[in-house]
């Protein structure tokens, strides 16, 4: 638990004395406890006397905040590899790199533009708030999935560390946290509808997981870059889902 908090949360948790392969992996199957914890501080915006946009905004930039802006940075470093359009050792150098390319920068300015959007007009409406805690743990449940089996793309790194760590049952039993966790945030206001927030779940979850595999295949493997781009892949899947027609 304290690795999980310390690694996706900006929380000050002391750090395990020792971390390896198996800590990593159980980290990640926690990874939707983290997501309840971000979602309902960025929920907590909702209650402040701002426009829909302003809120929709302060809602994501609590989320970047929150997370150290963690999976916004692998987004963007991702959306560098891909457009460099080089061979899969040579995208992964480009990633490595401290600086934001052009591919990186319109990769956030689209990402936090429909998240901001979307979570503006979810948050206007009754049970918007339970509705946004859903999208952001279900966004965190990508990562013990994509931990399941994929390969790591280096020998070194986050995604060397957790690549392959999530065992069957263990990714079953992060899939059922979620689920629970969901249905009781649900159940404390389902004015949103249960139908809609469970389909947001589901279309994030498996727009994280196609992206980030089109990711794999195309570097050769997982990185902890690619595992923040499935997280923040799943968010804008499942907001824009929740977003009222």
Same mark, same amino acid.
């Given at each position: 638990?304290?690795?999980?908090?310390?690694?996706?949360?900006? %929380? @000050?948790?002391? =750090?395990?004395?020792?971390?390896?392969? !198996?800590?990593?992996?159980?980290?990640?199957?926690? &990874? =939707?406890?983290?997501?309840?914890? %971000?979602? %309902?501080? #960025?929920?907590?915006? /909702?209650?402040?006397?701002?426009?829909? $946009?302003?809120?929709?905004? $302060?809602?994501?930039?609590?989320?970047?905040?929150?997370?150290?802006?963690?999976?916004?940075?692998?987004?963007?470093?991702?959306?560098?590899?891909?457009?460099?359009?080089? =061979?899969?050792?040579?995208?992964?150098?480009?990633?490595?790199?401290?600086?934001?390319? @052009?591919?990186?920068?319109?990769?956030?300015?689209?990402?936090?533009?429909?998240?901001?959007?979307?979570? #503006?007009?979810?948050?206007?409406? @009754?049970?918007?708030?339970? &509705? *946004?805690?859903? /999208?952001?743990?279900?966004?965190?449940?990508?990562?013990?999935?994509?931990?399941?089996? $994929? =390969?790591?793309?280096?020998?070194?790194? %986050?995604?060397?560390?957790?690549?392959?760590?999530?065992?069957?049952?263990?990714?079953?039993?992060?899939?059922?946290?979620?689920?629970?966790?969901?249905?009781?945030?649900?159940?404390?206001? @389902?004015?949103?509808?249960?139908? !809609?927030?469970?389909? #947001?779940?589901?279309?994030?979850? $498996?727009?994280?997981?196609? +992206?980030?595999?089109?990711?794999?295949?195309? +570097?050769?493997?997982l990185t902890g870059d690619v595992l923040g781009a499935g997280v923040e892949?799943?968010?804008?899947?499942?907001?824009?889902? *929740?977003?009222?027609?």
């Amino acid at each position: 638990m304290r690795l999980c908090l310390g690694t996706l949360t900006v %929380l @000050p948790v002391r =750090p395990p004395e020792a971390v390896d392969r !198996r800590t990593a992996g159980g980290a990640m199957v926690l &990874a =939707p406890l983290a997501g309840l914890l %971000l979602g %309902l501080a #960025a929920a907590l915006v /909702a209650l402040l006397p701002l426009p829909p $946009l302003v809120i929709g905004l $302060l809602a994501v930039g609590v989320l970047a905040v929150g997370s150290r802006a963690l999976h916004l940075d692998g987004l963007a470093d991702t959306a560098d590899g891909l457009g460099s359009r080089r =061979p899969a050792a040579g995208a992964l150098e480009v990633m490595r790199r401290s600086d934001i390319g @052009p591919f990186g920068v319109v990769a956030l300015v689209f990402a936090i533009g429909l998240q901001a959007a979307s979570a #503006a007009s979810t948050l206007d409406r @009754p049970g918007g708030a339970a &509705a *946004l805690v859903v /999208a952001v743990m279900a966004a965190r449940t990508v990562l013990p999935l994509l931990c399941h089996r $994929l =390969p790591a793309a280096r020998p070194e790194g %986050l995604g060397q560390m957790v690549a392959g760590t999530v065992g069957t049952t263990s990714a079953l039993l992060s899939l059922g946290l979620a689920a629970v966790l969901c249905a009781g945030v649900l159940l404390a206001d @389902p004015a949103y509808g249960v139908v !809609r927030c469970a389909l #947001a779940a589901v279309v994030g979850v $498996l727009a994280g997981l196609g +992206f980030a595999a089109h990711c794999v295949r195309r +570097f050769g493997g997982l990185t902890g870059d690619v595992l923040g781009a499935g997280v923040e892949t799943a968010l804008t899947a499942a907001l824009l889902v *929740l977003a009222p027609d």
